[in-house]
């Protein structure tokens, strides 16, 4: 018994002298941060001349040098993160002269070294650094150190870096193709790195739809939102027929997104797909493409097996004026089943907006909308839809 006391004391004492050698080594990792946020600060101000002479001198057939005399390694981090700044912020010319300055002052190539550093933390800065300085020269470096380094931030940080710095598209592609194959749900991040690149984007992401890889134009077809894509429309076209679940589906939003000229046939194709995300792409555009002629597919898409197609089929419903929401009112009324409890909901928040409408096209609307209410409804006010239809039901699942 006395022993086990003695065991029980030795192990407190361990974890007080733990906690206090961690408490201690808090203390100096913020005593040092703040010591290199005060040299950041004063080396900032003592290079404060340089750095108007570099800002003025950007647009001038000058070549920008570093400031005379020895630097010291924080002076050179200063000097050089206030570049990385500009980089971000010029384009052009004044971007080149600056990019150009990082490589004649060696910091590109002290960071190219810093890649072999047996610390990670030292890796990590060095991968950053490079990225920022669009340093095209460490791109083989970069990424051999992504091929050996298992996934996780530092794979992302890396991969930002070569779409920073590659020049060729090949570069880019390999990246991306090294990124899939961690086998994780991460096109739309690798489509945020693809649009960091200085190739011409338009021309990379038609290369990467027509790529064999269907993940590589996934990731095209994400990057591809927000995007003018007219001139992809036809590619698109194709790749609505895909084999792919996931390519499919993207390429029918994007499609749609585009307000083609949608034939009968077509529109019916889509909202029959044997897949819920290419459905319900299809139903939420229909609304915004304003196809009043698709009204009899939307409301056939409310008895639909899957929540998101029949829910984005209310939507659009609800946009294309009288007629869509007498059809909503039609199904809750005669209804049976989710399809009725969708079209319920629906016109519930449709009819909680009463007051809401401040223009006088959005008050009429409202008023035909509640002509075409108390007609299938009645002029009970007090009573909600939910009366109305007498059951319950979760209208948000």
Same mark, same amino acid.
């Given at each position: 018994m006395f022993s086990n006391l003695e065991m029980a004391y030795v192990f407190i004492y361990v974890c007080l002298g733990l906690?206090?050698?961690?408490? %201690?080594?808090?203390?100096?990792?913020?005593?040092?941060?703040?010591?290199?946020?005060?040299?950041?600060?004063?080396? /900032?101000?003592?290079h404060h001349d340089y750095f108007m002479y570099v800002q003025s001198h950007l647009h001038d057939d000058v070549t920008l040098e570093l400031p005379p005399g020895k630097l010291t390694s924080a002076e050179r981090r200063v000097i050089q993160a206030k570049c990385m700044e500009w980089i971000e912020q010029f384009k052009g010319d004044a971007r080149e002269k600056l990019l150009q300055l990082c490589r004649d002052a060696g910091f590109v190539e002290e960071d190219i070294r810093a890649l072999s550093s047996l610390r990670k933390d030292r890796r990590?800065?060095?991968?950053? &650094?490079?990225?920022?300085?669009?340093?095209?020269?460490?791109?083989?470096?970069?990424?051999?150190?992504?091929? &050996?380094?298992?996934?996780?931030?530092? /794979? *992302? %940080? *890396?991969?930002?870096? *070569?779409? #920073?710095?590659?020049?060729q598209s090949q570069q880019i592609r390999e990246m991306l193709a090294k990124l899939l194959s961690y086998d994780k749900a991460i096109h739309h991040m690798a489509a945020d790195i !693809?649009?960091?690149?200085?190739?011409?984007?338009?021309?990379?992401?038609?290369? !990467?739809?027509?790529?064999?890889?269907?993940?590589?134009?996934? %990731?095209s077809l994400v990057a591809m939102w927000g995007q003018a894509i007219p001139a992809f429309v036809p590619t698109l076209d194709r790749l609505v027929g895909s084999e792919e679940k996931d390519v499919r589906a993207e390429a029918v939003k994007l499609y749609l997104s585009s307000n083609p000229s949608l034939k009968d046939d077509t529109i019916a194709q889509l909202m029959n =797909?044997?897949?819920? $995300?290419?459905?319900?792409?299809?139903? #939420?555009?229909?609304?915004?493409?304003?196809?009043?002629?698709?009204?009899? !597919?939307?409301?056939?898409?409310?008895? =639909?097996?899957?929540?998101?197609?029949?829910?984005?089929?209310?939507?659009?419903?609800a946009m294309l004026g009288e007629q869509g929401f007498e059809t909503l009112c039609q199904a809750a009324l005669t209804g049976e089943g989710p399809a009725r409890e969708t079209a319920l909901y629906r016109i519930e928040? %449709?009819?909680? #907006?009463?007051?809401?409408?401040?223009?006088? $096209?959005?008050?009429?609307?409202?008023?035909?909308? #509640?002509?075409?209410?108390?007609?299938?409804?009645?002029?009970? /006010?007090?009573?909600?839809?939910? /009366?109305?239809?007498?059951?319950?039901?979760?209208?948000?699942?």
């Open positions: 906690i206090a050698a961690g408490i %201690i080594l808090l203390f100096q990792m913020k005593i040092k941060h703040n010591a290199e946020q005060r040299d950041m600060e004063r080396f /900032t101000k003592k990590i800065e060095a991968v950053y &650094r490079l990225g920022g300085m669009r340093a095209e020269e460490a791109v083989p470096q970069l990424q051999e150190l992504m091929n &050996r380094t298992k996934y996780g931030p530092m /794979t *992302i %940080i *890396i991969a930002r870096a *070569i779409a #920073k710095s590659a020049l !693809l649009l960091e690149t200085r190739l011409d984007s338009a021309s990379l992401m038609r290369k !990467l739809l027509d790529d064999p890889d269907p993940g590589l134009v996934k %990731i =797909d044997h897949e819920w $995300e290419v459905r319900a792409a299809a139903a #939420k555009a229909l609304g915004s493409l304003h196809a009043a002629g698709s009204i009899p !597919l939307l409301a056939s898409a409310l008895k =639909d097996e899957n929540w998101h197609v029949r829910n984005n089929s209310a939507e659009s419903l928040q %449709i009819m909680s #907006k009463e007051g809401e409408h401040e223009q006088v $096209e959005q008050m009429v609307a409202f008023n035909k909308r #509640k002509l075409v209410y108390d007609r299938y409804f009645g002029l009970q /006010t007090s009573k909600r839809i939910g /009366t109305v239809a007498g059951v319950g039901g979760d209208y948000t699942a």
